[in-house]
Nanobody, 127 residues
Framework: QVQLVESGGGLVQAGGSLRLSCTASERTFSTYTMAWFRQAPGKEREFVAATVWSAENVYYAYYADSVKGRFTASRDNAKNSVYLQMNTLKPEDTAVYYC?????????????????WGQGTQVTVSS
């Protein structure tokens, strides 16, 4: 059972930045696809970003169109951690952000592919 613990959410003004962190309990973390999803009130959970391990032993980062160019996903395998640097935040980025993990390397944008989820961290962007 992989446990994920997120931190770093908060309240920020539009145009500001936040950095979310997620630490995993799994020792084989380095081969997991790690993703960030978010869910705003009254809306479905949506994909934000993912880092996917490849057979070439490199990671590829993928982003939702809505955050491309503003958000950066990264990981530090030595710390079993992933990060989401969020810049130029907008009020529409307000949501609970979830860290997730899966051994799957395809369909990484689909929440049903993920087996493990963190508890979520609230991000609120004021206008």
């Amino acid at each position: 059972q992989v446990q994920l613990v997120e931190s770093g959410g908060g309240l920020v003004q539009a145009g500001g930045s936040l950095r979310l962190s997620c630490t995993a309990s799994e020792r084989t973390f380095s081969t997991y696809t790690m993703a960030w999803f978010r869910q705003a009130p009254g809306k479905e959970r949506e994909f934000v970003a993912a880092t996917v391990w490849s057979a070439e032993n490199v990671y590829y980062a993928y982003y939702a169109d809505s955050v491309k160019g503003r958000f950066t996903a990264s990981r530090d395998n030595a710390k079993n951690s992933v990060y989401l640097q969020m810049n130029t935040l907008k009020p529409e980025d307000t949501a609970v952000y979830y860290c997730s993990a899966t051994i799957q390397t395809t369909d990484w944008h689909m929440s049903r592919r993920y087996d493990y989820w963190g508890q979520g961290t609230q991000v609120t962007v004021s206008s």
